[in-house]
């Protein structure tokens, strides 16, 4: 079964950068958009940003200007490079990605199981 696995977190302090990456563990046929969301305790998952498989993103305004999505096609793999870090960016970062596993089939939307970024003050 393909999964998301992703790479990078940890704890840096304010001001400060960090990198995350994601690819799928199995084979697949074809990403469509992939994308970065996180989520706080006792909040909902919310969109970072996002990125089209021609490279169109989108970003929360939280975060334009400090953080860059982008990937590569050739590598199934995602990136979220996180500059100026801010106590607030603090969370649980998800990976998704809305993938076909064959020629033909349907995409569905999977997840990775999320990593932690703390940003101290």
């Known amino acids: 079964q393909v999964q998301l696995v992703e790479s990078g977190g940890g704890l840096v302090q304010a001001g400060g950068s960090l990198g995350l990456s994601c690819a799928p563990s199995g084979s697949i046929f074809e990403i469509k958009t992939m994308g970065w969301y996180r989520q706080v305790p006792g909040k909902q998952r919310a969109v970072v940003a996002l990125?089209?498989?021609?490279?169109?993103?989108s970003y929360a305004d939280s975060v334009k200007g400090r953080f860059t999505i982008s990937r590569d096609n050739v590598k199934n793999t995602v990136y979220l490079q996180m500059n100026s870090l801010k106590p607030d960016d603090t969370a649980v970062y998800y990976c998704?990605?809305?993938?076909?596993?064959?020629?033909?089939?349907?995409?569905?939307?999977?997840w990775g199981r999320g990593t932690q970024v703390t940003v101290s003050s």
């Open positions: 990125i089209t498989r021609n490279g169109a993103t």
């Open positions: 998704n990605a809305i993938l076909s596993l064959t020629v033909g089939s349907t995409a569905y939307m999977y």
